[in-house]
Structures are given as structure tokens and as C-alpha cells.
């Protein structure tokens, strides 16, 4: 983080993660920039002294809040480079243009809005499935209870309880209710 110690490093940091992104996303990401941060309190403030919690400028919680969100970023366009259109989705399956869109609208298709352009994450589907899908995919996702952006996520993401398995490949193993199980508490607090 040495580049980070002069004001021209932290712009020319800035402008490296921000080459790339698209209007939707720098939009996104200028309202989250416009958007007051939660201010730390006196009680805050010896709370965190007490258990040994380092203390962040306003400036350093903006850069860190920034970072953040350039690296959700920037997994977003990872997780949806492979992803299909509609019309690849519909060709794939030998359907209607509007068909993809009910079965994402009934729940048994994953979709994701990047750039004003709707993406379908191809792990999904499968020719020997039901509806072309990922056996039990359609019950994950009703069992999800969080935005299609992070349904996406948790599903393509190693996970620990699956010996770091993805969801998605336990799911194309059969083992359904043990993805349910984990599904029911994502998005819960």
C-alpha cells in the first residue's frame, strides 16, 4: 500500500480500479460516494480503544468504503463473463426470446440486470434437466432469500460447509436438501 502514501498515488490507484467499469456501474457507484458514512460516537470510539479496534479517519473510511465497492465490482463482471443473453438462452433451448424471461419471472431461472442487459450465469442450465435447468435449482432459488446478484454469488462461490464446493456442483451431484438446508439461511440475519 505503498502507492497509497501521496495524494497522486491514492488518484492513480482510483483511476486504475475505476478503468473498466460501465455508466450503470460507476452510476451505482456515485450514489454509494454521495451517501453520508455512519459517523463513530465517543461510546464508539472507547469501545473500540478498549478491545484493541484501530481507529479510521473519515478519509481512510471513504478510501476503504471505495475499495470495497470496486471489488464487488469487479467479482460481478468475474461472475458474469461467461454468463448467456436472452437470446443465447432462448436459442440454447430451442424457446421463445420471452420465454427465459417468464421462467426467470416464475422463479426457475437465475437473472441477473448488468449494464441494462439481462444475464443468465450458464452453470445453470443442463440438457438433461428439468426445463433445461440444474435439478432442484428452481427450489434454491425460491429457498434464497436475498437479491439475484447475491443468489448468483452464493451459488457459484466454494463453500466450506460443502468441503469447498460450489452449491451449484453439489446441486448437479443430487444432493438437494442438503443445498436447501444451507439456502434457508442465507440473507437471514
Known amino acids: 500500500m505503498e502507492l497509497l502514501a501521496s495524494d497522486d498515488g491514492k488518484r492513480t490507484f482510483v483511476h486504475l480500479l475505476l478503468q473498466g467499469l460501465g455508466p450503470e456501474e ?40 471505495i475499495a470495497s465497492l470496486l471489488q464487488l465490482f469487479a467479482l460481478r463482471r468475474r461472475m458474469l463473463q461467461d454468463a448467456l443473453s436472452t437470446s443465447q438462452v432462448a436459442e440454447m433451448m430451442g424457446v421463445s426470446r420471452q420465454t427465459p424471461h417468464d421462467r426467470l419471472k416464475a422463479g426457475l431461472l437465475l437473472g441477473v440486470l448488468d449494464n441494462s442487459v439481462l444475464k443468465f450465469p450458464a452453470w445453470q442450465f443442463d440438457a438433461a434437466g428439468p426445463n433445461g435447468v440444474v435439478q432442484g435449482l428452481p427450489e434454491v432459488l425460491s429457498t434464497l432469500k436475498c437479491s439475484p446478484f447475491a443468489k448468483m454469488s452464493w451459488l457459484a462461490s466454494p463453500n466450506d460447509v460443502f468441503d469447498g464446493l460450489k452449491p451449484i456442483e453439489v446441486l448437479k451431484m443430487g444432493r438437494t436438501s442438503e443445498v436447501l438446508h444451507e439456502a434457508q439461511a442465507v440473507g437471514v440475519n
Open 26 to 65: 460507476l452510476s451505482i457507484l456515485a450514489q454509494q460516494l454521495v451517501s453520508p458514512l455512519p459517523e463513530v460516537t465517543e461510546s464508539d470510539s472507547r469501545f473500540n480503544s478498549r478491545i484493541g479496534v484501530r481507529e479510521y479517519s473519515n478519509d481512510e473510511r471513504v478510501a476503504l468504503e
